[in-house]
């Protein structure tokens, strides 16, 4: 009884050892961590003290400049006419891209490339960044000219303030009607003067802008799609002789495409095709 009594109580005692054991390493371990909190919660303020305290002195060596646009009163005219004009310059710019579209030969070039995309049937190769950027780049080259003059005649001396806004929008407009008007045809040019119920023209200078400017897109539009056709005649015969083969020998199971993409794009590659699709889009513009 005795032994068995003493058993007990070591067994009891050794229960007590191991939970004041367990409660002992418990408590070790929120001392660690307690000692730890420091270097965890010295980065978190110091990111946070960057973003809440104030930064004078960051703003006095480097300046942010600010722009106010206030809506107030003012007896001097030439301040009414100033606001006028900043605000119609906002909304010029915002019709900056149409502007260039359908002024400019823009509208030719991207149809035409996209014609020959799709007649090589490379789906999205060239990707669209690729012919957009293509066209820009190759429009600025046709129209340096014609930007040059605007820039001669229009802009500089405006600039110089030689010439007011009205003469400098006309001067401006001048060189690129002659531009639009030299690549529409007469029979379009004839149906918007029609429609829109003016006198018969005698020369250029007395036909509007916003006539000329609809005509120029269509006869842009015409002439695109003719020169698309032109395009897609060597591959549409590719495409037919491929076809032809295939069915006499039987293989009517393997796409055509397979088979003529490959002859389409050596051929396109042999005959130099990007030389000639450029030469043949530039040479239409400066003859």
Request: proline share 7%.
């Amino acid at each position: 009884m005795a032994f068995n009594k003493l058993k007990l109580n070591k067994s009891i005692l050794g229960v007590k050892l191991s939970s004041s054991g367990i409660i002992l390493s418990s408590k070790k371990q929120w001392m660690s961590w307690w000692r730890e909190l420091p270097t965890i919660l010295f980065p978190i303020g110091a990111l946070l003290g960057f973003f809440l305290i104030p930064t004078h002195g960051f703003a006095q060596t480097v300046p942010i400049p600010s722009f106010n646009l206030e809506v107030g009163q003012s007896s001097n005219p030439d301040q009414v006419a100033s606001s006028l004009q900043v605000i119609a310059l906002l909304t010029v710019l915002t019709l900056a891209p149409a502007i260039l579209i359908m002024t400019t030969c823009f509208t030719r070039i991207i149809i035409v490339l996209s014609f020959l995309r799709n007649a090589l049937g490379t789906q999205q190769s060239p990707p669209n960044q690729v012919l957009l950027g293509f066209a820009m780049f190759l429009t600025f080259f046709i129209m340096a000219p014609v930007w040059g003059q605007v820039q001669t005649q229009a802009l500089k001396p405006y600039f110089d303030k030689k010439i007011s806004q009205e003469v400098a929008f006309d001067r401006a407009a001048a060189p690129i009607k002659r531009f639009m008007v030299r690549f529409t045809r007469e029979k379009d040019l004839a149906l918007f003067v029609r429609i829109a119920k003016i006198k018969r023209p005698r020369n250029i200078k007395e036909i509007p802008v916003w006539v000329v400017i609809p005509a120029f897109v269509i006869s842009e539009l015409k002439t695109a799609f003719q020169m698309g056709f032109i395009i897609y005649i060597p591959f549409l015969v590719i495409d037919m002789v491929v076809s032809s083969v295939l069915m006499a020998m039987g293989m009517m199971m393997l796409p055509p495409i397979m088979i003529s993409l490959p002859m389409k794009l050596m051929l396109f590659v042999l005959v130099d095709g990007w030389y000639l699709i450029t030469a043949s889009l530039v040479q239409s513009f400066s003859g």
